[in-house]
């Protein structure tokens, strides 16, 4: 009784995670959020109709069983495989594209990591000032530690070095999910479908431009997974 108990709950969680996790995503992609050049003057919610026809075309990938039919001929290594050196290269050109800077939080992060290699200046030394950023926020001292090894690794290089660990992360992060996947439901077409749906998901390329500690802890979250599995 006890394992059949155990199995409903995980089930539930599953099934009832994916629900809801679809919900959110579907909310978030109809609508997009404005934030105005002021945090005070609130913010605006637009309706995104273009992401309808993504939606459309994404359904009828899906409905397109010879599609991800011949996926599940596939080993789901390889296919895991393929997804982690898609998840690279295409973050990879992302980045060069991109050329995006430290802004917002990231700027913060990058000042504080320039007062710790020896960059000691007034902006600098201001975000471990008491009440400032660094005391505010001591969660953010692994990431903060990581850019400073950045900078004194790749020296005037160290957003390209901490964006390509950020691409190795996404890379990652998609091998991980499609493995997880496969781990969970034994199911080649489950794992195909998965696939297909995070070597589709731009958010996770685009995120690798973040001076952040987001992307690069989704690997580590996951293989602790992989590893209880």
């Not at 003057?41 to 637009?46: A, K, L, N, S, Y």
């Not at 009440?131 to 926020?137: A, K, L, P, V």
């Not at 297909?196 to 731009?202: R, Y």
Request: aromatic content about 16%; some cysteine; proline content about 5%.
């Amino acid at each position: 009784m006890s394992k059949k108990l155990a199995a409903f709950i995980q089930n539930f969680s599953v099934y009832f995670g994916i629900i809801f996790a679809a919900a959110i995503s579907l909310i978030t992609l109809l609508f997009t959020t404005i934030m105005p050049a002021c945090f005070t003057e609130g913010i605006e919610v637009t309706f995104a109709p273009y992401i309808i026809i993504v939606i459309i075309l994404l359904i009828g990938i899906l409905a397109f069983k010879p599609f991800y039919k011949k996926l599940e001929k596939v080993n789901p290594i390889t296919i895991a495989r393929i997804a982690f050196f898609w998840g690279l290269i295409a973050s990879l050109i992302w980045v060069f594209i991109a050329d995006a800077f430290p802004m917002w939080d990231s700027y913060d992060l990058v000042r504080a990591a320039e007062a710790v290699v020896g960059n000691r200046g007034p902006e600098q030394l201001s975000k471990w000032a008491p009440g400032s950023y660094m005391e505010r926020y001591p969660y953010q001292t692994p990431i903060m530690l990581l850019l400073a090894a950045c900078m004194l690794f790749a020296g005037s290089n160290y957003i390209l070095f901490f964006e390509f660990l950020n691409c190795l992360a996404c890379g990652l992060t998609m091998y991980l999910i499609i493995k997880y996947t496969h781990l969970i439901f034994k199911n080649k077409t489950t794992t195909a479908i998965s696939a297909i749906l995070v070597m589709l998901f731009a958010p996770l390329i685009i995120y690798t431009t973040f001076i952040y500690g987001n992307l690069i802890c989704l690997p580590f979250a996951l293989g602790c997974l992989v590893l209880q599995k």
